[in-house]
């Protein structure tokens, strides 16, 4: 990753502070734990630190997780490490590991995110009560018939969501009316959410899934899409400007200013809207690589 300096406008630092959760464990990168310790250690030391979110980790690896990191996050000057921790099928057993973890590695690294998967009210409601009012939880559900009444129970238990928008073969990417269809249900239930695989590229594109070479191809979300249209969406725009924004492919059609975002020159998010969109709409991605989102944007000419 490049160590030229950027300063980027004032509308892209908030529409993507602390934006990407690192997952550099997981597909298509499957890093070892080593390998993503060291780049995380590196990222959050860059240029580009204010766009780093979280360390994913399954609960599982968190023992190894500490035997790679401690060196790192004892010595980091820049503030605690903060993980966000996958739940295994036991929350219980999570809760108890993560406490512990806290409790004996806590100020230099801290767990204070979980994300859980759900498939049934029952298990939201379950979790729920079962996790100390400390973290911050995501909810992984599935774009089906339920998810409206699942985000329902989101909204009443005052959870959050998680949305998964990609994967490593193309029947794993949501089509764009889901996935407006979920954004909007979010926004109307006023349930923050995050999202999850396939947005290593800002703008919308047809790439490889994977790394490896013959790779499936197939048409990739943006993240930069995916956020204003989240933002759009929560000023009240039509289904049919949101999925035009959402399946965009040309970087020309989004112009970031001091005081905005606009898209086409005609429609605008402003500073204010912005700062809303990312307090409670759409709070962060999780991205196996931090470098390949920062290289596309250095492309187009948007850092």
Request: aromatic fraction near 8%; hydrophobic fraction near 40%; charged fraction near 25%.
């Given at each position: 990753m490049t160590n030229t300096i950027s300063i980027p406008g004032a509308s892209l630092q908030v529409l993507l502070k602390e934006s990407i959760d690192y997952a550099g464990l997981f597909p298509p990168a499957n890093l070892s734990m080593s390998e993503a310790v060291l780049n995380y250690a590196m990222y959050k030391n860059s240029n580009y630190s204010w766009m780093l979110g979280r360390f994913i980790v399954p609960v599982g690896r968190l023992g190894e997780f500490l035997g790679n990191a401690q060196d790192f996050f004892k010595r980091d000057k820049k503030g605690a490490w903060r993980l966000s921790v996958l739940a295994s099928d036991d929350?219980?057993?999570?809760?108890?590991?993560?406490?512990?973890?806290?409790?004996?590695?806590?100020?230099?690294?801290?767990?204070?995110?979980?994300?859980?998967?759900?498939?049934?009210?029952?298990?939201?409601?379950?979790?729920?009560?079962?996790?100390?009012?400390?973290?911050?939880?995501?909810?992984?559900?599935?774009?089906?018939?339920?998810?409206?009444?699942?985000?329902?129970?989101?909204?009443i238990n005052k959870q959050r969501a998680k949305v998964r928008t990609g994967g490593v073969t193309p029947d794993f990417f949501p089509n764009t009316h889901d996935l407006i269809r979920f954004v909007r249900t979010c926004l109307a239930a006023n349930v923050p959410f995050k999202a999850t695989a396939g947005l290593h590229n800002p703008i919308r594109c047809f790439k490889p899934l994977t790394y490896e070479p013959n790779a499936p191809k197939g048409a990739m979300h943006g993240f930069l899409n995916l956020f204003i249209t989240t933002g759009f969406a929560r000023e009240g725009f039509k289904a049919e400007i949101l999925e035009e924004i959402m399946e965009d492919e040309f970087h020309e059609s989004f112009d970031f200013q001091e005081g905005g975002i606009s898209w086409h020159r005609e429609f605008m998010l402003t500073i204010p809207q912005l700062q809303l969109l990312r307090e409670n709409g759409i709070m962060s991605f999780g991205s196996c690589s931090f470098d390949e989102p920062i290289e596309s944007l250095e492309e187009i000419g948007f850092l």
């Open positions: 929350i219980h057993d999570t809760v108890r590991t993560v406490d512990d973890f806290n409790m004996t590695n806590a100020p230099g690294v801290v767990c204070d995110v979980l994300e859980i998967k759900a498939s049934t009210q029952e298990d939201i409601v379950m979790s729920t009560n079962s996790i100390p009012r400390n973290f911050t939880n995501y909810f992984e559900l599935e774009i089906n018939d339920r998810f409206p009444d699942l985000i329902t129970t989101l909204a």
